[in-house]
C-alpha cells in the first residue's frame, strides 16, 4: 500500500509540474553557463570549441575559395594566435602581405587579346565562341563593371568568364545565387553576436582577395535572375555608379574592431576597382526579369546560339594588369571614337524613340555606347555590329513596356527609319527587336 502510495505521487498532475519546473532551471543554469564560457574565452582571444591555428596554402579557384588559406568558419584565430572576427579575410592578408603587381605582356593589343582568347578557348577549354561574341565581352568589360550574360541553356554563359580569367592568369570566381535572397546580407554575409565572428560569404571572400591584386578580377552571379537583383545587389549598383573610385566603400561591418582585415576601415572596404560582376540569366518561367535599373547599369551579352566549331591550336594565356588594360580601352576610344555622322544618326533616332513611344536611353547608355563601341572595332569588327548590338539590347529592348498598339501602328515607320540612318540590312539585331516586340504586343 504504501507502496503504491509512493507511485501514485510520482506520477500526479503536482508531481509532473515539479518535473517540468525542475528541469527548466537545470536548463537556464547550464545556458547561462554556456555564454559565460564563451565571453571568457573571446576576451581571452579565443573562440569556443575552434581552432587555434588556421591553415594558408593555394590559390582562388573558379568555383573554391582556396585562396584564403582554405580556413574554416570555425577558426577565428589567425597563424598569430590572435582572435579575429574575419578570419579567413585576415588569413588571406597573413598569406598575401603585399599587394601584388602584374607585369604585363608586351605588345599586347585589343586585337592580339580577342583573337587569343578565342583560339585558347577552343584550343584548351574546348569552347567555341564567335569573333563577335569574344569582341562583345571584351568591349562590355570597357563600358561596364556590370554585364548581362544571358541567352539559352547551354550556351556557355557561365564558361565564358571562367575560361576568360583563365586566359589571364585571374581565376574567375562564381557564385551560385539563391531563390531566397533577398537583401545585402545574403550576399555579404551577417555578424554572428554568439560567436562574435562575422560569417564570410563566398561573394564577400572574392570581392576582398580582388583587392590585394591588379589582375582583372570577374565574379560571376550564376543565374543572377533567380532571385531579384535589384534587392540583393541594389548597394553594388549604386556603389558602382559614384564616379570617384576612392568613395566606393561596401559597409560590412557596423563598426571597426581591432584585428579587422588590413583593408577594412570602420566596418567597411573599398570596393577594388579591377572587379567586374558577371550576371548570368537563363530567361524562362522560373525567372524574375531584369529590372530597368539593372538593364540601364550593365552591359548586355546574348548568348542565343552555339558558335561552329572551327581549327584552333592550344596557345597559352596571357598577363595583364588593370592599368595596361584599361590603357587599351582609353587608346581604342580615342581612336575609333564614334563620328560625327553615327551621332547624328542616334540622335535622329532617339528623337523619334521619345516622340512616338516615350522610350529614350539617356545618358548613361549614351556613355556605355562610347566605350563599347571603339574596343568592338578595335578588335578589328565593323563598329556598326556594335551599334547594332547596344541599340537593340539596351534601347530598343524598352518598346516591350510601351504601348503595344502604338508600338504595332508605328513599328513600320520605326523600320523604315532604321533603313533610312543605317542602310537596309545594317541594323539586323535591332529589326529584329522591333519585329519581335511588335508581333508579340
Known sequence: MILEGILDYLTSYVAICIYIIVLLATAIILSFTLLFLSVSKKRSGGGVGEASNVIIAGNISAKGNT????????????ADGEFHRFPTLSAYDEAHPAFEMTVSDPGLTLKGLCDGF???AAGVKGLYYSSSDVAGFLSSLAASKTMILQGMSGTGKTSLPIAFGEFLASPTEVVPVQPTWKERTDILGYYNEFTGRYTESQFLKAVYEAGGVDLPRLIVLDEANIARVEYYFAEFLSLLELPDRGKRRVSVASSGMEGDPRRMKDGSMLLPPNVWFIMTANNDDST????????????VIDLDRRAEPFEA?????VAIGLPDLEALFDAAAQRYGLTSRDQRRIARLDAFLRGAFGVSFGNRVYAQMRRYVPVYAACGLPPMEAIDQVL???VLRKLGAANPVMVRARSGELLALLNELFGAGNAPLCEATVRRISDNG
Do not use: H, L, T
Open 67 to 78: 585562396a584564403f588559406g582554405g580556413a574554416s568558419e570555425n577558426a577565428p584565430q589567425s
Open 118 to 120: 578565342r583560339q585558347y
Open 288 to 299: 524574375f526579369a531584369f529590372s530597368d535599373k539593372v538593364y540601364d547599369r550593365a552591359s
Open 313 to 317: 591550336e592550344p596557345r597559352p594565356g
Open 392 to 394: 537593340a539590347r539596351k
